[in-house]
C-alpha cells in the first residue's frame, strides 16, 4: 500500500516534504476532535425552603440527614462529609465556586431537578434562582431543567415499615402545566447560559432542552395521550412564539419505557437518571461496582435499540441512600431507601468514563453528544461529584482528564 501510494505522488512528481506537508493539511481539514457535552444532575435541597421547614422545623435542610447518617455494616462509609462544608447553595458566592470547579474539569452544564406540584406550587428552586442565575460567572456552566414530576413523599428520614408516605402528588392538570409552561419560557429560556441544542432541521439554530422525570405521570394528570400530545404541542408552539426555533424534549427512561407513546409525544431524546433504575443491584449489603457497571453498559445498547431517538447514556460513581433511612431503625433490603449499596474506586471510575466516551464516539450524531452523570450532589444517595473529605476533586477531574476541559 504504501509503495502505491508513493507511486501515485512520484508519478505526479510530489517529494517526501510535499507527500508529508499534504497529509497534514488533510488531517487539520478533515480530522476534527469530536465535542462532548457531559452534564450533572443537580438536586437542590441543600438550602432552606418554606415548605422544608413546614414539615421539618425551622431551617432544616437535607444536610441535617447526611449530618446523622451512620454506618450500617462493617465497612460502610458513613456519614460522607462534604470537603466545603455545609454550604447555602442559595448563595451566589456558594454557586460560583461550584460553577468554577464543575466548568475548570468537563463538565458543561446541570441538569437541574426542578420541582413544581399542583398543591404546593414551586420548590426547591432558590438555588437556582438566587444561587446560580445571580452568579457572577455563569456562563461558564450551562443549566436545563428536569421537571422531577414525581410524587413528593416522606422520606428524611424515611422509617422501615412506614416509609414513602405521600406528601403531594406528581400528577398536575392542564391549567397547571399551561402555568408551569409560561412560567419556565419565561424566567429560565431566554437566559444566555440556558443549555440548547443543534437543531436537527434546521442547521445553526438551537432549542432549549427540557427532561421530564416521569412522561407516565404527566399524561396520568394531563388524562390520556391525546391530551398529554395537545399540551406538549402547545409547550413547543408557545416556545417557538418567544422566538426559538423549537423545544427540545427530552425524558427520563424510568418514566418512559414505550417508544410508540414517545413517537407519538414527539419526545426528541431519551436519557437515564441513575443506574440502579435499569440494572439490579446483585448484592447485599454491597453491590459490586463492575457488576453493576457491566449491566449498565449493555442497558445503553438495549435502550439504543428500544428508542428510535437519541439516547443519552447516563454513568453513576456511586448509591448509597442509607441517610434517607431512620438510622435507628433495622437495615435490611426492604426498597428504598432500603437498599443495598455501592462505590466505585476512582480507577473504576475513569473506566468508566473511558467505557462511555468510547461508546460516544461510536453513536453520537454528527452535531450533538452528550453524556449525563448521576450526580453533582446527590450527597444523601450517595452519588456526587462535589468533593469530599476522603476523594477530594478526584471523581471531579477524572472527567476533564477523560474528556478534555
Not at 465556586?97 to 431537578?113: M, Q, R
Not at 414517545?262 to 437518571?273: D, G, Q, R
Not at 437498599?339 to 450533538?368: E, R
Request: proline share 5%; hydrophobic share 35%.
Amino acid at each position: 500500500y504504501q509503495r502505491r501510494v508513493r507511486g501515485f505522488f512520484s508519478k505526479n512528481k510530489m517529494n517526501n516534504k510535499a507527500i508529508f506537508f499534504y497529509f497534514f493539511f488533510v488531517l487539520l481539514v478533515v480530522v476534527e476532535p469530536r465535542s462532548y457535552d457531559i452534564g450533572a444532575f443537580y438536586f437542590g435541597n441543600w438550602h432552606v425552603d418554606p415548605l422544608n421547614e413546614k414539615y421539618h422545623g425551622t431551617n432544616w435542610t437535607e444536610w441535617e440527614l447526611l449530618k446523622a447518617a451512620k454506618p450500617k455494616f462493617p465497612g460502610h462509609q458513613q456519614p460522607k462529609i462534604p470537603a466545603w462544608g455545609y454550604e447555602n447553595e442559595a448563595d451566589p458566592l456558594v454557586f460560583e465556586k461550584k460553577i468554577e470547579a464543575a466548568s475548570s474539569n468537563g463538565v458543561d452544564w446541570i441538569l437541574y431537578d426542578w420541582y413544581w406540584h399542583q398543591e404546593t406550587g414551586i420548590f426547591l428552586n432558590r438555588p437556582l434562582e438566587q444561587g446560580y442565575l445571580k452568579a457572577s460567572n455563569r456562563d461558564k456552566l450551562k443549566f436545563a431543567l428536569m421537571w422531577a414530576n414525581h410524587d413528593w413523599v416522606d422520606i428524611q428520614p424515611a422509617k422501615l415499615y412506614w416509609r414513602n408516605l405521600l406528601q403531594f402528588p406528581g400528577t398536575v392538570d392542564r391549567p397547571t402545566f399551561d402555568t408551569i409552561v409560561d412560567y419556565i419560557i419565561k424566567t429560565y429560556f431566554s437566559v444566555s447560559s440556558y443549555y440548547k441544542v443543534p437543531d436537527g432541521g434546521a442547521p445553526g439554530q438551537e432549542c432549549p432542552f427540557f427532561s421530564i422525570y416521569l412522561l407516565d405521570e404527566l399524561i396520568n394528570g394531563l388524562n390520556g395521550l391525546t391530551a398529554t400530545k395537545s399540551a406538549l404541542d402547545s409547550f413547543r408552539q408557545k416556545t417557538i412564539q418567544a422566538g426559538f426555533p423549537c423545544l427540545h424534549l427530552n425524558a427520563i427512561d424510568f418514566g418512559a419505557r414505550n417508544d410508540t407513546i414517545l413517537e407519538f409525544l414527539n419526545i426528541n431524546s431519551v436519557t437515564s437518571y441513575c443506574w440502579v433504575h435499569n440494572a439490579e443491584l446483585s448484592g447485599f449489603p454491597v453491590t459490586d461496582y463492575e457488576d453493576i457497571a457491566s449491566k449498565s453498559f449493555q442497558y445503553w445498547d438495549v435502550a439504543r435499540n428500544t428508542y428510535k431517538r437519541a439516547y443519552i447514556p447516563n454513568v453513576s460513581m456511586g448509591w448509597d441512600p442509607s441517610p434517607r433511612t431512620e438510622q435507628t431503625d433495622t437495615w435490611s433490603n426492604s426498597g428504598y431507601p432500603y437498599t443495598a449499596v455501592f462505590s466505585s474506586t476512582s480507577q473504576q471510575w475513569d473506566s468508566t468514563l473511558q467505557k462511555a466516551k468510547q461508546y460516544l464516539d461510536q453513536y453520537c450524531g454528527p452535531t450533538w453528544c452528550s453524556l449525563t452523570i448521576n450526580a453533582w450532589n446527590e450527597w444523601t444517595e450517595g452519588s456526587y461529584l462535589e468533593p469530599d473529605t476522603v476523594n477530594g476533586l478526584t471523581y471531579l477531574q477524572t472527567i476533564g482528564k477523560v474528556f478534555g476541559n
